[in-house]
């Protein structure tokens, strides 16, 4: 499930730094009940088979009004309002917590170090959205970036390789990521054929790069051709596609076309 969240605010517009998923992420977990905030950031969703604990939702990017205004001198972004946001799960807890949260506050108050003053969204409208119906192929859009790497060993040094959406491997391991979260969530195992895929249609000329904290992680806009069996076509769009999801990756959309 998903939720889409429309914002105001005090003044026309609202700035923040030009790396905020941090606040962002921050949001999330706030707004979620005390109790399974901690359980899922502790441990997640455990992956059977690797025994990893899997942080199972995603958030797009702030969809601004209007364009957004970058400001390279001061490293920030304005928003002008309405400003809406999607937050999208799998679980149901989750979704539940986040809505009955912000439904009961009607405001998010946002402060953080890298904020010189306090700045407040107040909520215009709340929805609950289903999964799109189901398609074997479908048009998507990005609503955050997509991010696909591996860690590897060069020189006793660890480092991160991000792929390219023209490399092979970026199409094998968004695959293999929902096949991982498809088995964490029902503990069944799934295998895919050469009918799945995700492939760029029109994709952006270069990556984004975004800083979380101290990280930096490299990941790609645009408009894909996703074609998935009608098990794990949900969690493409309840998860999102690719890794580091719940910093705010891989969230996606029905593209609906030059509207």
Not at 233 to 240: E, M, T
Not at 246 to 253: D, E
């Amino acid at each position: 499930m998903r939720i889409r969240i429309k914002f105001t605010g005090d003044t026309e517009s609202i700035t923040l730094p030009l790396h905020h998923n941090e606040i962002l992420h921050g949001i999330v977990y706030h707004y979620l009940n005390t109790l399974f905030a901690v359980r899922m950031h502790s441990k997640g969703i455990i992956d059977p088979e690797s025994n990893r604990g899997l942080k199972l939702f995603t958030f797009s990017r702030l969809i601004s009004g209007r364009k957004p205004e970058i400001d390279k001198d001061k490293n920030t972004i304005k928003f002008y309002f309405p400003i809406t946001w999607v937050i999208a799960s799998p679980i149901h807890e989750f979704i539940v917590s986040v809505y009955n949260t912000l439904n009961r506050k009607r405001s998010i108050n946002l402060h953080a170090s890298s904020l010189p003053e306090k700045q407040n969204l107040y909520l215009l409208n709340l929805w609950l959205e289903e999964t799109p119906p189901y398609n074997q192929r479908v048009l998507i859009e990005t609503l955050s970036p997509i991010t696909v790497y591996r860690t590897r060993e060069k020189g006793g040094k660890m480092f991160t390789h991000y792929f390219n959406p023209s490399d092979s491997e970026f199409n094998e391991l968004i695959l293999l990521n929902l096949l991982r979260k498809y088995r964490a969530l029902t503990g069944n195992k799934l295998s895919l054929d050469q009918e799945a895929f995700i492939k760029p249609v029109r994709i952006s000329n270069h990556e984004n790069i975004v800083y979380f904290k101290d990280t930096v992680i490299k990941g790609w806009s645009g408009i894909f051709e996703l074609s998935l069996p009608e098990e794990i076509f949900p969690l493409a769009f309840s998860c999102g596609l690719g890794a580091k999801n719940s910093l705010g990756f891989g969230c996606i959309g029905i593209w609906r076309g030059n509207q």
